[in-house]
């Protein structure tokens, strides 16, 4: 039991170590894909570091009618359940630290926490631009959450129909591609639900073209705009840390293959080249997903937003819901 | 992607290479004068400015032994830049006062004035040697 609760100190230690910096580097990677798609050269790749150091040598300016307590306490919370999610993702073929306390659904439920620890830190500083990007955060939560969980429940129902045990658990579903497990309504179905998922990621983490919440040109940052020093600089790194949970949970659910599955490499080597692999694919994810969309798009006014996602997203992630279920209920792929 | 025109085009340019020119150096260096006597050193080198479009209108030049002293160029300036020396009958021309709007050029019965491509005029003294053009 002592060795246990140890490996998991150590390893919620080390976890928090890499999201932060690997959230870092992301959103290096990030900017400097956005800008040569601007056809500029952009900062040096570890640009965030800087601004991060800056920010926290910078004083909190804490307004005068803000709820001082609520106000400070909504971006230690935003980090901290940031990092929390990535607890129990699995990272390449290294299992989830906290992976046996824990499954996709409280994933889902975990991901809502720092959008709304924003809410609570943007309608606690008084400011009326913060109350209107805290309402607008929470319709665009209210929007995206649907396709987001129509996606989870479709791959663990799948996994289920097909005999897979445990189908909720993370550690399964990475083991497990869903990919091999359909047939071809599925595959459809999966690929629809790839598109669908590729548009809640930049809704769930606030960026082009769903920054509605922050919109500097209408609301000068929104829910962000008291928020100064060192209390912006962990709504920052929380950003980043959400965006790596986010890019991990995409390739968890759609792209889970581990290079050690077709090439035979035993022990460092193998995890060394999983990791690898999976920085790989946490990038493309990042640079279709977050880059490519956030440069090739202006913002969507809130209305269109609830539209899209609600209307379009959602009728997307059904449809390949319903092809999920076709594809087991006709005995296509590996049904139990 | 009628619909989203911008994609195929952000795409083309994330492979291409970006339009910023990196003038004097790709990233900024820790300190300009450092920078420049690394330069003269030629230890580094300095990356060359844009190049100036056709009928660029940079300091002005002036060909003092073409001049004929007809005072045309001082009725025409807007920004009253020029002065003439009586002793040379010449005339003597405060680029930091020149608004670069070449009416003089035009104006100059015998065509010794001209703008050339030099802009780069940054200097700390207004009445320095580049500055004055006789």
């Known amino acids: 039991m002592i060795g246990m609760v140890t490996a998991a100190v150590v390893g919620c230690i080390g976890i928090t170590v890499y ?30 570091f800087i601004d991060i150091a800056k920010l926290l040598c910078k004083d909190n ?22 990092i929390t999610i990535l607890l129990y993702l699995p ?9 046996g306390w824990g499954d996709i659904i409280l994933v889902l439920y ?3 926490v720092p959008g709304l620890a924003m809410v609570a830190g943007g309608l606690a500083s008084g400011s009326p631009y913060a109350t209107v990007g805290s309402q607008r955060e929470m319709v665009t939560m209210i929007a995206y959450e649907m396709p987001l969980a129509i996606a989870i429940v479709a791959i663990a129902w799948r996994l289920y129909a097909a005999g897979v045990a445990d189908p909720f658990s993370l550690a399964t579903i990475a083991q497990t591609p869903v990919w091999s497990v359909v047939g071809i309504p599925g595959i459809i179905g999966m690929l629809l639900l790839m598109i669908a998922m590729a548009w809640v990621t930049p809704a769930e983490l606030s960026r082009v073209p769903c920054d509605t919440p922050e919109a500097e040109t209408e609301l000068c940052g929104g829910i962000l705009v008291e928020y100064s020093g060192k209390n912006l600089a962990l709504f920052t790194l929380s950003g980043a ?4 949970a986010m890019a991990t949970l995409a390739v ?39 880059s490519l969309i956030r440069v090739g798009m202006a913002r969507f006014r809130i209305n269109h937003l609830v539209t899209f996602y609600w209307g379009y997203i959602t009728l997307i992630g059904v449809a390949g819901m319903v092809l999920l279920v076709l594809d087991a209920v006709l005995g296509m792929g590996v049904v139990a | 992607m009628s619909r989203l025109p911008a994609f195929p085009e952000v795409l083309r340019q994330f492979v291409t290479k970006p339009a910023t020119n990196l003038f004097p150096a790709r990233y900024l260096p820790k300190s300009i004068t450092g920078y420049l ?15 100036t479009p056709e009928n660029f209108r940079g300091k002005i030049v002036y060909d003092r032994d073409a001049c004929i002293g007809c005072k045309l160029c001082i009725r025409v300036c807007p920004a009253n830049a020029i002065e003439f020396i009586p002793e040379t009958k010449t005339v003597r021309i405060f680029v930091t006062q020149c608004i670069f709007c070449s009416q003089c050029n035009d104006a100059c019965p015998v065509s010794c004035l001209h703008m050339s491509d030099d802009y780069m005029l940054a200097d700390t003294d207004r009445y320095s040697e580049n500055l004055i053009v006789e």
């Open chain 1, 19 to 48: 999201g932060l910096l690997f959230g870092l580097v992301l959103q290096g990677v990030d900017r400097k894909c956005a800008a040569r798609m601007q056809a500029r050269y952009g900062p040096p790749l570890h640009q965030p």
């Open chain 1, 61 to 82: 300016i804490i307004p005068k009618n803000a709820v001082t307590s609520v106000f400070n306490a909504a971006p230690v919370i935003a980090l901290a359940a940031s």
């Open chain 1, 91 to 99: 990272i390449g073929s290294l299992a989830p630290v906290l992976g």
């Open chain 1, 110 to 112: 975990l991901l809502t």
């Open chain 1, 241 to 244: 840390v959400k965006t790596v």
């Open chain 1, 252 to 290: 968890v659910l759609f792209l889970p293959w581990n290079l050690t599955w077709f090439v035979p490499l035993a022990g460092a080597a193998g995890v060394a080249a999983d990791l690898a692999f999976f920085v790989l694919k946490v990038l493309f994810v990042v640079f279709f997903s977050v």
């Open chain 2, 37 to 51: 006597e690394k330069v003269a050193a030629g230890e580094a080198e300095i990356t060359p400015p844009v190049a």
